[in-house]
């Protein structure tokens, strides 16, 4: 059993990590209004992710406004898989 991935772990990181996690990618309106986040919230996470290497910002004009589209990188969606397997050997051997 690995240890628990603590940038995953934090509750609004986790929250984005596995929406992105079952889609190819997902703009940040969209992000911002399933997960509830503030738009400096939900900026601030993903940087962090992105500092990681976890997840990769596009960022595009579409009628001359800033359109931004979030994905995982393969290494994100590794670390997002690892974090799952962590956690279900944790239940598993505490339950």
């Known amino acids: 059993m690995g240890l628990i991935d603590k940038l995953i772990h934090e509750p609004a990181r986790l929250l984005l990590m596995s929406y992105l996690y079952f889609v190819e990618k ?10 509830g986040l503030s738009w400096g919230n939900l ?3 993903l940087s962090k992710l992105e500092s990681a290497g976890y997840v990769t910002i596009e960022k595009t004009i579409v009628l001359k406004k800033t359109h931004s589209m979030a994905r995982l990188t393969k290494e994100g ?19």
């Not at 997902?26 to 997960?35: C, S, V």
């Not at 969606?77 to 051997?93: G, S």
Request: charged share 30%; net charge positive; proline share 0%.
């Open 26 to 35: 997902m703009d940040f309106i969209y992000l911002k209004a399933e997960t």
């Open 77 to 95: 969606r590794k670390a997002f898989e690892q974090y799952r397997v962590t956690i279900d050997a944790l239940i598993k051997n505490r339950i």
């Open 43 to 45: 900026s601030s996470h």
